[in-house]
């Protein structure tokens, strides 16, 4: 049976962003839409829309985590509770792991500019770099839930 974190690879692996692949990776387990999801998280690549801000894996497992206990809690106010204290949790886990949050300050280069995305295929970036932050997000994800 295929793991979340070789559902996610191998979609990542396919020109899905990071975020769709962790976000995905989750569908049948979770039972949502994964054509929905992909459209949902197809932004959120590159730190949000290649703003480099917050790492697209890191987006794509806040989303599954509010998908998560969107199934486990009946209000409104119980969901929100346990996805805010599930993602302060795994953000607190990623900055152990990796020091930041940001794809830019995980990368280190500037995927907007040709220099930048050549510097980032050159050394191998993404699946050096990217693969290991959506296998990481999927291990805190899944830890966090069996808590």
Known sequence: METPIDKAISAFRSDFNCAQSVLTAFSDQLNFDRKL??????????????????????TGAFMVLGVYNGTRYVT???RKEYTY????AFNKRFLELHGSCDCGALLNCNLNTEEGRAFAR???LFEKRCEAFIRDAIVIMEELMEE
């Open 76 to 78: 409104n106010h119980e």
């Open 122 to 124: 050159d050394n191998n």
């Open 37 to 58: 999801a992909l459209c949902i998280s197809s932004g959120f690549g590159g730190g949000m829309g290649r703003l480099q801000k917050t790492c697209g894996a890191v």
């Open 85 to 88: 204290a599930m993602i302060q």
